[in-house]
């Protein structure tokens, strides 16, 4: 199982931003879909995930600027980034963790999308 992220891209600060994250194909169980993004010379961070029951979490630096959702039946996931800051400037990756069949757990990531955020 692959993911593929897209929707990076370059957007002036203040500036609005859709990445989205699917799987290659259909996983047995899903139980917890995120973003993290590692900025240049900085550690990979946890950005937002979302769990069972549409639980999410955020980072306390994109909290009410950034909406992850999930579209359950297509594996398919996404980051909706507003007010964009140039400190959000990152490569942004989706992980998804799960099971790929009733005895098989999966902890996947995407190769990542670059966002550039300009001043």
């Known amino acids: 199982v692959q993911l593929q992220a897209s929707g990076g891209g370059l957007v002036r600060a203040g500036g609005s931003l859709k990445v989205s994250c699917a799987t290659s194909e259909t996983i047995f169980s899903v139980k917890y879909m995120a973003w993290y993004r590692q900025a240049p010379g900085k550690q990979r961070e946890l950005v937002a995930g979302?769990?069972?029951?549409?639980?999410?979490n955020y980072a306390d630096s994109v909290k009410g600027r950034f909406s992850i959702s999930r579209n359950s039946a297509k594996n398919r996931v996404y980051l909706q980034m507003n007010s964009l800051k140039p400190e959000d400037t990152a490569v942004y990756y989706c992980n998804v963790q799960g099971y790929s069949d009733p005895w098989t757990e999966l902890d996947i990531w995407g190769k990542g999308t670059l966002v550039t955020v300009s001043s």
């Open positions: 979302i769990g069972d029951g549409s639980r999410t």
